[in-house]
């Protein structure tokens, strides 16, 4: 499989430092890269930073700063964080950058000269925390934003621009009937579904700003910014380079990763607006779940009891990785808990994976001087590792990482089970040096298997295990053909340490 696949996740907003709701969310969309990557695919992985609008300004007032320098060190934060999380995004963007406002002018000049955007006076309830207006059924029972409870609700009325999103009613619903697989999982697409199906045909809402000053000025009509949901969208296509012509070897994207709460914003407001504009909308949408602490979200707002430094100085980057991605359904909520965290590392990374390339690679050095012998794939050990790699590509391939987890390691446990089979100290015991080498053979081809598959969750782990296969180059660099007919190692295998010491 080859072709270019984009691949975007929502862009953070800066008024915080990054929690476990950020990177999982990242990490799980560099899963996806990695293994587009390892099938064939030149990957255009875009994430950044959304640093426009009121609640920034306030966060940069409250801190004494100049916006621009708040969100700059905002920025730096989440971009070091994502390099110790190994996410392998091509590109951050910001809403800040340059080339992101001559996209942003661009296409809602587009759109205003196709007579989609008219002129007039919004009044409603704003909330700032949600930097979004608010309908009164959208309010709890004293009036307040459920999401942000303790923020003040303020009625506000501006002059603004208004997108006259109605029009794309149909046309949405077309969109969402002709390709259920739009958004996913399925009932957020119903959802979406029913949202828009309500909408009437003169339906609009508000596209700009009059107060706020820390946004990007509508086209022609500086006493205007443009808002900073409709323009945060946009980063996507920003990505691209549009207006250049050269945005059309990305656009349209493969799919864009977000979280339920901003799920109507991408599956309608979004593809309307590409429409009006005349350009084709995303192919897909990819709502994950939510990631919870004791089912409590993590959120600056809520308060965060647990810090990524917590989490990362227990185990390490690749069993957060993996843990999160194993852990929680891809397309549903679950749960962060340090037991948990504690169970799967033992028994899954240490006692599971780690004690297989331990063993394995410790006996081939012993017995063999980590010289195996090349042909005799028929083992039953092989036959298994083929239906366990078909496996994991469906379910990979359809964003399933929990699935394609529990794929590979069906195979970590049926090669563990092969060792006390075949007993291979008791073939070198024996001398039976033909069996042992095709017994170490076929569990080195399961271990490189295991390796290729598990990359995508955890790249230094397996990048470690790589080495002692003998491989050449790094594992990132090994395609969907070595998953499928592993190949014999280019050097001696050789003992690593321990991948998942017990004690920390």
Known sequence: MTGTYYLTTA?????????????????????VARY???????????????????????SAEAAGVDPQA??????EQFRATWRELAISNTDFIRTTDPRHEVSVKELFRRIQQAGHVTEGVYGGYYCVGCEAYKLERDLDERGQCPVHPTRTITWVEEPNYFFQIGRFRQALL???????????????????????????????????????????????????????????????LSATGYPAPEYTTMWPADVHVIGPDIVRFHAAWWPAMLMAAGLEPPRQVWCHGWINLQGARFSKSAGVAV???????????????????????????????????????????????????????????RYLDGRLPV?????????????????????????????????AFRLVDRANLFVEERAPWALAKEDRTVELGETLAALARAVTRITL????????????????????????????????????????????????PKER
């Open 70 to 75: 708040w969100v700059d060190g905002i920025a």
């Open 453 to 500: 598959m598990l990359s995508p969750f955890m790249p230094g782990k397996t990048q470690e295990v790589w080495r002692g296969l003998g491989m050449d180059g790094s594992v990132e660099e090994g395609t969907w053909e070595l998953v499928e007919s592993p190949p014999p190692p280019a050097r001696p295998l050789s003992k690593i340490p321990p991948l998942f």
């Open 307 to 365: 810090t990524l430094r917590d989490i990362i100085d227990r185990h390490g980057v690749d069993a957060l990785r993996y843990f999160v991605l194993r852990e929680v359904p891809w397309n549903a909520d679950g749960n962060f808990g340090w037991e948990r965290f504690d169970v799967r590392y033992t028994a899954e990374l240490a006692d599971g994976y780690g004690n297989l390339v331990s063993r394995v690679l410790a006996m081939a050095s």
């Open 36 to 58: 587009r990557r390892l099938i064939g695919h030149e990957v255009h992985f875009v994430i950044g930073m959304d640093e426009h609008g009121q609640k920034v300004a306030q």
């Open 174 to 236: 077309d969109l969402y009937d002709a390709n259920p697989e739009f958004v996913q999982p399925r009932a957020k697409l119903r959802e979406v579904y029913n949202v828009v199906a309500e909408w009437t045909d003169d339906q609009t809402v508000s596209v700009s700003r009059s107060r706020v000053p820390w946004g990007i000025p509508w086209p022609d009509d500086p006493e205007h910014v443009v808002y900073v949901w409709f323009e945060a969208l946009i980063n996507y």
């Open 375 to 407: 042909g005799g794939t028929g083992t039953t050990l092989d036959a298994f590792g083929a239906e366990c790699a078909a496996a994991y590509r469906g379910a990979m391939t359809r964003h399933l990482l929990h699935e394609g987890a529990d794929h």
């Open 11 to 31: 862009i953070d907003y800066s008024n915080g430092e990054p929690h476990l709701g950020h990177a999982y969310e990242k990490i799980g969309a560099d899963c």
